[in-house]
């Protein structure tokens, strides 16, 4: 399984904090959020937001970045903390 | 705790921070601070208050990460950073960011090279009462953006 969280802004976008997604096949953040879509069409404009954020595992994703059974992965919005 | 960072919901004491970051050195001539509080207006409208959450666990290994980042490109002696989280009235301390060194220039610059990464890096987020009642969340200011990338 992996966990993701929705912190922010974007949990209360989506109504949701955190789930488990069955890690079957999801390598990929892109490939995560084509399987969140799925179930739900509607978070599409939040999670294909081009300023959304996302880290694995407490550090901020690269681009490249595989992810895999185990791992938290998180999405959030530009921060605005100091 | 030459170097140590603290995110909590309690206030801090400037003065004691103060102190303790100086407690038994004689080789820092320069000493910094920056204390962030929560102030009135923001983009124009009232604010009455703010809560201010954080991903725990990751703003701990960011905060961390600055602060070695700092360590390398200045010769500091000591640093502290402390990020209050939960709600917070008018006028309340946010952050406080200190640095020790033998010189002032890098007080100075590390002490704003930190607030700068704090600013953009780490996962911390605002969200303002405003005097009309309404919940707003802060927006990132493209501004902070342009002042983190000076020190790439």
Known sequence: MIRVLFLAQLREQLGTAELQVADGGITTIEALKQHLVVTHADWARFLFNNKLLVAVNHEYAKADVTIKSGDEVAFFPPVTGG | ?152
């Open chain 2, 1 to 152: 705790m030459s170097f140590s960072i603290m995110v909590q919901t309690q206030d801090f004491e400037v003065g004691r921070e103060y102190a303790e970051l100086i407690s038994g050195d004689t080789a820092a001539g320069a000493v910094v601070f920056f204390v962030g509080r929560v102030r009135d207006m923001n983009d124009g409208q009232q604010v009455k208050s703010m809560s201010l959450e954080h991903y725990p666990g990751m703003t701990e290994n960011i905060l961390q990460h600055i602060l070695a980042e700092a360590k390398v490109r200045w010769e500091l002696v000591a640093a502290r950073i402390i990020h209050r989280i939960g709600e917070l009235n008018l006028g309340e301390q946010i952050v406080f960011v200190g640095v020790t060194s033998a010189h002032r220039e890098h007080a100075f610059q590390a002490a704003e090279f930190l607030m700068d990464f704090l600013k953009t890096q780490a996962p911390f987020w605002k969200k303002e009462l405003g005097g009309d009642g309404k919940e707003n969340w802060v927006a990132a200011k493209d501004n902070d953006e342009q002042r983190k990338s000076r020190w790439e």
